[in-house]
């Protein structure tokens, strides 16, 4: 089963609090009149605070958080601490990824307990101040990691438990590697991870390989007595169900193109790919994939069988499903960060500086106009540049305009998107990407200016965007790598936000 971003849901469990006083008194922690002082009235007081607290959290979840029952930590000014009441509270534990928690005078005590004992992650209620001194003093204690936040607003509750149920997706990712030489990069693409164990340990990525001859293999029906490089097993080879798939999907994309420019028989080719991708990524549970596009190419059975592997990662990606070229691991969890964060379907491309120097500007694939574009304000510009664009970018619910283009300038064969990004003069975008260490997470942001290659086959379609400073930019892009993966509109927020929780540095342009 493909696990998408979409589909991860954050359980909260709700944690009130109360102090019921068994006898009539005052002093210098309790005061009132009248009834308030009478045995009794604690509890329903406590019932009308724990209420409001409950309304108030279900109000400001994000999409994706479900709130679960709460559990109540109580006791008497006998200052009593029941173990029975922990072994209540142990059975709401393993299915809650955060606790929200409202103390309450003479209550501290036992939310710091319920911390320590059971290591969740916990906010605090904005309408107790309180948050203030236990966030202190959990931030100080040995425990497994300290992710504990008092909060100014309800808003600030809602934004963090984003955040944390960004973690939880990160945390669900299982990336399959279609690889054919041996370690952990390509023969173009050494920017990408370098130690998967500590990408495992930090992150909770695990990663599922498949080698990439007999993903290949399993693009042709099954025959007699195996694949060649598996003989005599039982694989997963295309089947009549999956070509079915295969032709309605191209009627759809031949259907709905602005234009196309490449033969019908070349996206079937190219769409068989998609599907046998698919069908790996359910049945090894993945919801991530990459695959070497250089070693792979250098088989020659690329060119044997007309088809390349960038419309799958268009599709995947259109679908919320991270999804990079070159077996660039890194750009994969990055994109599953936007995704996460911002319910976006990603684009991804090699990011490079439009350097501007004695009147002329380095760009490429870009026609007349969109030169013009660019040399109005030739400051501060950046292309992100692959042929992976897909068609919603702008929205991951709706498909939005696109054209059908190949990649092969000779035969003509591998279809690919293309997408005028011209169309998006002025939006906002983010972009981010984990260096090769996992250490640091860059963030960055811009504006779409033009775009380029919409006429073109092969590698291209760039967008053009502005950045706030390109040099900045540039030296910070050099510590994390070549791929930026981006969404539509701004998240850096979100983004150094999600870096905390996994002690990541948020390096920021």
Not at 210 to 227: K, R, T, Y
Not at 284 to 296: A, E, H, I, Q, R
Not at 364 to 369: L, Q
Request: glycine letters at 6%; hydrophobic letters at 40%; aromatic letters at 10%.
């Amino acid at each position: 089963m493909i696990n998408k971003a979409s589909e991860i849901v954050l359980k909260v469990r709700p944690v009130t609090t109360g102090l019921e006083h068994k006898y009539y008194y005052e002093g210098p922690c309790r005061f009132g009149t009248g009834e308030a002082l009478e045995p009794g009235y604690d509890r329903l007081a406590n019932a009308q605070k724990a209420q409001d607290f409950l309304d108030k959290l279900r109000a400001c979840a994000p999409c994706n958080v479900e709130i679960l029952e709460p559990v109540n930590l109580g006791r008497t000014d006998d200052w009593d601490n029941s173990e029975e009441q922990w072994t209540r509270i142990a059975a709401a534990m393993p299915d809650s990824d955060v606790l929200v928690a409202y103390p309450n005078l003479g209550t501290d005590d036992l939310v710091l307990e319920l911390v320590e004992r059971f290591n969740k992650p916990i906010l605090f209620s904005p309408d107790t101040i309180t948050g203030i001194s236990d966030t202190a003093c959990l931030r100080c204690k040995p425990m497994k990691d300290h992710l504990v936040y008092a909060n100014l607003t309800w808003q600030q509750v809602g934004f963090r438990l984003g955040v944390f149920r960004a973690r939880k997706v990160i945390r669900s990712t299982n990336i399959l590697l279609a690889s054919r030489f041996a370690g952990e990069t390509s023969c173009s693409t050494f920017d990408t991870f370098n130690n998967f164990d500590a990408v495992t340990s930090r992150f909770g990525v695990h990663f599922r390989h498949v080698n990439i001859h007999e993903l290949l293999d399993q693009m042709s029906p099954a025959v007699e007595g195996g694949n060649h490089t598996t003989p005599g097993r039982i694989t997963p080879d295309l089947t009549d169900g999956d070509m079915k798939e295969v032709e309605a999907l191209a009627d759809e994309l031949m259907g709905s193109a602005a234009e196309t420019h490449v033969s019908r028989e070349y996206l079937i080719n190219t769409l068989i790919a998609y599907v046998t991708v698919k069908k790996n990524l359910n049945l090894k549970d993945c919801n991530g994939f990459t695959v070497p596009c250089p070693d792979v190419c250098s088989t020659r059975r690329i060119n044997e069988m007309k088809f390349t592997f960038c419309m799958t990662h268009s599709l995947l990606m259109e679908q919320g499903i991270p999804s990079s070229c070159e077996f660039d691991v890194a750009c994969v969890l990055s994109q599953q960060a936007l995704i996460a964060v911002s319910h976006m379907s990603p684009y991804m491309g090699n990011a490079y500086p439009l350097v501007y120097d004695n009147g002329k500007l380095n760009v490429r694939h870009a026609n007349d106009a969109e030169v013009a574009k660019l040399m109005a304000d030739p400051t501060n510009l950046y292309a992100v540049q692959h042929s992976v664009a897909h068609r919603r970018m702008k929205d991951p619910a709706q498909n939005g305009p696109f054209a059908l283009r190949h990649f092969a300038f000779d035969q003509k064969f591998g279809a690919v998107f293309r997408y005028d990004w011209n169309r998006d003069a002025g939006q906002a975008i983010t972009l981010c990407r984990f260096s090769p260490d996992g250490k640091k997470l860059f963030v960055g942001k811009g504006v779409v200016v033009a775009g380029g290659g919409y006429e073109e086959d092969n590698c291209s379609g760039p967008v053009f965007i502005r950045v706030k400073d390109q040099e900045d930019f540039f030296n910070k892009q050099c510590e994390v790598g070549m791929h930026l993966p981006l969404v539509y509109g701004d998240f850096t927020k979100e983004l150094i936000a999600l870096a905390e929780l996994f002690g990541v540095e948020a390096v920021v342009a």
